[in-house]
């Protein structure tokens, strides 16, 4: 089974805060994403990555940045956290040349 | 980005009935796969389809791939109350830069 772990479930930041969020696969899957999810809006992309080291925005990054400095670890980085950066977010992995991806349990977080 | 059009957006049934729940595009995808997510957790993959015409079941779940491949519906048959949770429909294009394109969600609650 494909596991996908994300660091924390619950997080409470301040804002202007540097946040990091991760994520770790075990399935040596060479694509990984990160997806926050609001209510009414679904899931929208953030980033993902295709491989080691690299990285391509998706729908809304603006405010994020990762790293994928490992295959198996994905992480997400709010710089400066701020209010509207409060959600739910979701971290998915997909093996190279396969359509389905595989979510992590997701990170609720809450800037104040 | 580009979204599918899900619907309904909500359900509230009685225990024991059928559901159905669909999803259109305007764009033809190759890949339809249905995702359902429970209360504080990560989407979990129910049904992939590969092929138009496809049609496949998983338990009391059913899902069809529609023949213009702009189209897809699940069913879910009597229903209990451990089918609550958000239902997401997906479709995947080689072409569209490898990502997945989301619906919204039908949210469905089931009154025991």
């Known amino acids: 089974d494909v596991k996908v772990t994300q660091s924390s479930r619950y997080l409470v930041k301040r804002t202007g805060e540097k946040v990091f969020l991760e994520c770790v696969q075990d399935?040596?899957?060479?694509?990984m994403f990160w997806y926050r999810q609001d209510p009414g809006l679904g899931l929208r992309l953030i980033y993902f990555s295709y491989d080691v080291k690299m990285k391509e925005k998706g729908d809304i990054p603006e405010g994020y940045s990762v790293s994928r400095e490992k295959k198996e670890r994905f992480s997400l980085i709010l710089e400066s956290a701020s209010t509207n950066q409060t959600s739910m977010y979701l971290c998915?992995?997909?093996?190279?040349?396969?359509?389905?991806?595989?979510f992590g349990p997701g990170t609720r977080l809450l800037v104040l | 980005g580009q979204q599918l059009n899900q619907s309904p957006q909500s359900m509230f049934i009685q225990e024991g009935e059928d559901v159905s729940m669909n999803c259109t595009s305007s764009s033809i995808f190759n890949t339809w796969l249905w995702y359902k997510q429970e209360p504080g957790e990560g989407p979990v993959l129910l049904i992939a389809?590969?092929?138009a015409g496809e049609l496949t079941s998983n338990g009391r779940l059913t899902a069809q791939f529609g023949i213009t491949r702009k189209d897809s519906f699940l069913n879910i048959s009597a229903s209990i109350p451990s089918d609550v949770g958000i239902y997401f429909c997906a479709g995947f294009n080689a072409g569209n830069n490898r990502k997945l394109i989301w619906g919204l969600g039908t949210s469905l609650a089931v009154n025991p």
């Open positions: 998915a992995s997909r093996d190279r040349g396969r359509e389905t991806q595989y």
């Open positions: 389809l590969y092929k």
């Open positions: 399935m040596d899957h060479e694509n």
